[in-house]
């Protein structure tokens, strides 16, 4: 048990913003839409009818700079891994809403731009940190 509370501000938008990041580089970057006469991205039924906004998918260089270069600094204050980082935009202003460190990357949405290329790029990242790891720990020895 802990003492902490985090409490967010509700801050209603239109979209959400998510910027995929990997080792400090920005990979994707799309827009999600509230689900139609919703707060949110979803609206979850009990008759299992869900119901889903509609998304945007961006080339990195067409986004914001105010947006990428927030999610850059961000993700570097949590480290070097793969990062799904909510950003909501209000008018010019742009605010951090949560670090994912297990993103979800759906086919046709996340890689609808680099397409084999994120994910050839993620597999070549953790392989690599892998095998660091894998020297580290066989010079203890």
């Not at 959400?16 to 994707?28: F, K, M, T």
């Not at 509230?34 to 889903?52: C, L, P």
Request: proline share 3%.
């Amino acid at each position: 048990m802990s003492d902490l509370i985090v409490v967010q501000e509700f801050l209603p938008t239109s979209f959400d913003w998510r910027v995929g990041v990997l080792n400090g580089e920005a990979l994707y970057v799309c827009k999600y839409y509230m689900a139609r006469k919703h707060w949110q991205i979803v609206n979850y039924s009990t008759e299992g009818q869900d119901k889903y906004g509609r998304f945007e998918t961006l080339p990195v260089e067409l986004a914001p700079r105010k947006l990428i270069s927030m999610a850059l600094k961000a993700a570097r204050l949590v480290g070097k891994g793969l990062y799904g980082l909510d950003i909501k935009q209000v008018g010019e202003q742009f605010y951090l809403i949560e670090i994912n460190d297990k993103p979800n990357i759906d086919a046709g949405i996340e890689d609808k731009i680099l397409r084999d290329r994120l994910y050839r790029r993620i597999m070549r990242h953790f392989a690599l940190e892998v095998s660091r790891k894998k020297n580290f720990l066989s010079s203890q020895g």
